[in-house]
């Protein structure tokens, strides 16, 4: 199966927003500081995986 870069980096930005998300509700709030975390986590996995090139099947 193969799949597309850009669906590849969305589905690694959607798993890394979600686990900062689930870290900063812990404490039963959310701040600010939290959010730039949840936000560079984000674009940061968007932009790490999409920059890395997919391997084929047989590589």
Same mark, same amino acid.
């Given at each position: 199966?193969? *799949?597309?870069? +850009? =669906?590849?980096?969305?589905?690694? =930005?959607?798993? =890394?927003? $979600?686990? $900062? *998300?689930?870290?900063? *509700?812990?404490?039963?709030? +959310?701040?600010?500081?939290?959010? !730039?975390? !949840?936000?560079? /986590?984000?674009?940061? /996995?968007?932009?790490?995986?999409? /920059? *890395?090139?997919?391997?084929?099947?047989?590589?």
């Amino acid at each position: 199966m193969r *799949v597309s870069t +850009f =669906a590849k980096a969305v589905a690694a =930005a959607l798993a =890394a927003g $979600a686990a $900062a *998300v689930a870290t900063a *509700v812990q404490d039963g709030s +959310f701040t600010t500081g939290e959010g !730039v975390t !949840v936000a560079l /986590a984000v674009l940061g /996995a968007l932009g790490i995986t999409y /920059a *890395v090139p997919n391997k084929g099947a047989g590589a």
